[in-house]
């Protein structure tokens, strides 16, 4: 039975931290029938409205289902954005993170959106790391056990923060490694023609 994954969506996402990681998570589905596997997961953008969310870079983007419709995911990302900020402050939103989290396999964030597994409770107590430019910010909040400065990605039990925006890729390319194999995960980059070493 193939995993689900949840990615949540709210106004203020930052594209790429949500999109980067649905692009391997499906790549992975793709890449599946070459390993003699059934695709290994569902994935699917929850919001807490049907309607379109307007992401940062002004991106619209339809969520195939509402908070109200989960309540069980194997695997949950929370991405950053500018929408961190006010999302930290609804009750309702943070409500639901820390009910799925209760059940979940792996509970995962981008970006800012370490801030809202910390503030949620998930994150708590835990080493995350974030965006470079939001490092002293979440770490004045005292949620966290620390914030790690300079990592792609820090791993605490079943709690895994990736820094911003593009190490989003890398945290969900490793995570693909841990559930299916050094060997699968290389192959879905491969697919993808993702080098992260940058040419400049």
Known sequence: ???????????????????????????ANEVAPHFAMEPPFTVQLIAE?????????????????????TDDLDILLVPG???????????????????????AEWI???CTG????????????????THWAFVET????????????????????NVVTAAGVSAGIDMALWLIAELLGVEFARSVKRAMEYDPAPPV
Do not use: H
């Open 114 to 129: 370490a801030l809202l597994l910390t503030a949620a409770g998930p994150a708590r107590g835990k080493r995350v790391t």
């Open 138 to 157: 979440l770490a004045a909040r005292g949620e966290a056990a620390e914030v790690v400065a300079d990592a792609r990605y820090v791993r605490d039990g």
């Open 1 to 27: 039975m193939p995993r689900s994954i949840g990615i949540l969506l709210f106004d203020g996402v930052e594209e790429l931290d949500f999109v980067g990681p649905w692009e391997v998570f499906t790549m």
């Open 49 to 69: 409205r049907s309607d379109p969310v307007y992401c940062a870079k002004t991106m619209r983007v339809l969520p195939d289902r509402t908070t109200a419709e």
């Open 81 to 103: 954005g500018i929408g961190t900020r006010r999302e930290a402050t609804n009750p309702a939103l943070l409500s639901w993170i820390t009910q799925i989290a209760t059940k």
């Open 108 to 110: 995962t964030s981008v």
